[in-house]
Antibody, heavy 118, light 108 residues
């Protein structure tokens, strides 16, 4: 069945770095536009970053621009998010999200928790 | 950036009753709207896209309507598994994709 599985979350100090991974299975990964969407504790959903099917188009939310880098490896069916200069307000569950046409999300991972704290 | 506003923040409903959730866009988004359901401790799940098209496997008691700036998600007869938080999302003017702040449907 269709599955997205995130990994790489954890506790990191302010200013530190973390790399999230998302492994896809059960569907043709290269057919999907992919995003990272996060949810701070007790809060709503916030789109973070988007990458096109081939990886040639990338967008970031203003809140993470210049600090986060999204990438994908279609040969490995994997999506990544390199997070640098982390701040306390980056604390959230990060979801890997797949959109067949680049608009609404029809595949979500289970999420991985990132906690930024000293 | 398009701002999505959901109301009410919390809706208290008895099982078997109906529920109506609202979502308003700060400018017209035609029917480029999706609804998601999120249960506690779980990832969101797609319910509706294109404002009124149910996603695969979504029961018929969920229905979406609206266009332009005003949208509604209706749950005709709430089951125990429907108590959750519901989010709307616009996908016409992006980036950024923007979500509403959510409506929590709780047991009355």
């Amino acid at each position: 069945q269709v599955q997205l599985a995130e990994s790489g979350g954890g506790l990191v100090k302010p200013g530190g770095s973390l790399r999230l991974s998302c492994a896809a299975s059960g569907f043709t990964f290269s057919d999907y536009y992919m995003s990272w969407i996060r949810q701070a504790p007790g809060k709503g959903l916030e789109w973070v970053s988007y990458i096109s099917r081939s990886g040639d188009t990338i967008y970031y939310a203003d809140s993470v621009k210049g600090r986060f880098t999204i990438s994908r490896d279609n040969a490995k069916n994997s999506l990544y998010l390199q997070m640098d200069s982390l701040r306390a307000d980056d604390t959230a569950v990060y979801y890997c999200a797949g959109a067949p046409d680049g608009d609404f999300v029809d595949n979500w991972g289970q999420g991985t928790l990132v906690t930024v704290s000293s | 950036e398009i701002v999505m506003t959901q109301s009410p923040a919390t809706l208290s409903v008895s099982p078997g009753e109906g529920a109506t959730l609202s979502c308003r866009a700060s400018q017209s988004i035609s029917t480029n709207l999706a609804w998601y359901q999120q249960k506690a401790g779980q990832a969101p799940r797609l319910l509706i896209y294109g404002a009124f098209t149910r996603a695969t496997g979504i029961p018929a008691r969920f229905s979406g309507s609206g266009s332009g700036t005003e949208f509604t998600l209706t749950i005709s007869s709430l089951q125990s598994e429907d108590f959750a938080v519901y989010y709307c999302q616009q996908y016409i003017y992006w980036p950024p994709w923007t979500f509403g702040q959510g409506t929590k449907v709780e047991i009355k």
